[in-house]
């Protein structure tokens, strides 16, 4: 079995928004070491939001904004890497360019041959392109990988008709295809990653990150939170 997990970059930073929470890192860690122990191939991709987002840069151009994005990707992946190091995993992190030593070229080849070593894999940088995301970032990678499915660690427990902050009534899905998160516009993944999610059949499955545990249950099936399906 080899899943992709995706966190965003505010989870990172628990309640403080910005920067690290090394608490709530740790609490990912130790779940992601249960499952590698059990022999599941784990892939990691972070968002960068807790340092920066491209698009709400209103300054300056919007490649290089989108370029900073990705860096604070790389900076994520290379802190939760060393926790997860420091919990006994063995890590190694894959970027769409070069970083010099601090990461290694992406390549299918590459992932495959850590992933055979039961080491983790993040993959840091996104796509490597602006104008994209991580979430996009996520689907590309798990496709290029053949993950079987993707792990969305999130805020809210799953997906909604409607924003459940907003709406108290608001109905959670147990399971919704990604044919109607897409003609219902509903907040899973953005609709670029959406679109490559349907067209490349990548299966999701959407959770509270901070719920005890959400990881581990959610890649065994059982879980609180949504699965998006794809063509049965
Ligand atoms: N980013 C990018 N290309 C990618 C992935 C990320 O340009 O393939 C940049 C973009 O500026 C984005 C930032 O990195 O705002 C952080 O990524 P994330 O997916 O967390 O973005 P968010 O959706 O939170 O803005």
Redesign the pocket.
């Known amino acids: 079995m080899r899943i992709l997990l995706k966190l965003?970059?505010?989870a990172l930073a628990g309640d403080k928004k910005t920067g690290f929470d090394e608490e709530t890192v740790r609490k990912v860690a130790l779940q992601v070491k249960q499952l590698v122990d059990k022999g599941t191939q784990v892939g990691i991709v972070?968002?960068?939001?807790n340092?920066?987002?491209?698009?709400?840069s209103e300054n300056i151009d919007r490649v290089k904004?989108?370029?900073?994005?990705?860096l604070?990707?790389i900076m994520n992946c290379i802190y939760v890497s060393e926790i997860f190091r420091s919990e006994g995993m063995m890590t190694n992190i894959l970027t769409p360019f070069e970083c010099g030593s601090f990461t290694k070229l992406f390549s299918k080849d590459r992932a495959n041959k850590y992933f055979a070593r039961n080491m983790v894999v993040f993959f840091a940088?996104?796509?490597?392109?602006?104008?994209?995301?991580?979430?996009?970032?996520v689907v590309l990678r798990a496709i290029e990988v053949e993950a079987d499915y993707i792990l969305l660690a999130k805020a809210v427990d799953g997906v909604y008709d409607s924003d459940p902050a907003k709406n108290p009534d608001a109905k959670r899905y147990d399971t919704v295809s990604i044919d109607e998160v897409i003609a219902e516009n509903l907040q899973v993944v953005?609709m670029t990653a959406s679109i490559l999610a349907r067209d490349n059949n990548v299966p999701m499955r959407v959770f509270a990150l901070q719920e005890e545990n959400s990881i581990v249950n959610a890649a065994s099936g059982k879980f609180n939170g949504t699965t998006v399906t794809t063509r049965v």
């Open positions: 965003s970059g505010e972070i968002g960068g939001g340092f920066w987002r491209g698009r709400t904004a989108d370029q900073i994005g990705m604070a990707t940088g996104g796509t490597g392109h602006p104008y994209f995301s991580t979430d996009t970032g953005d």
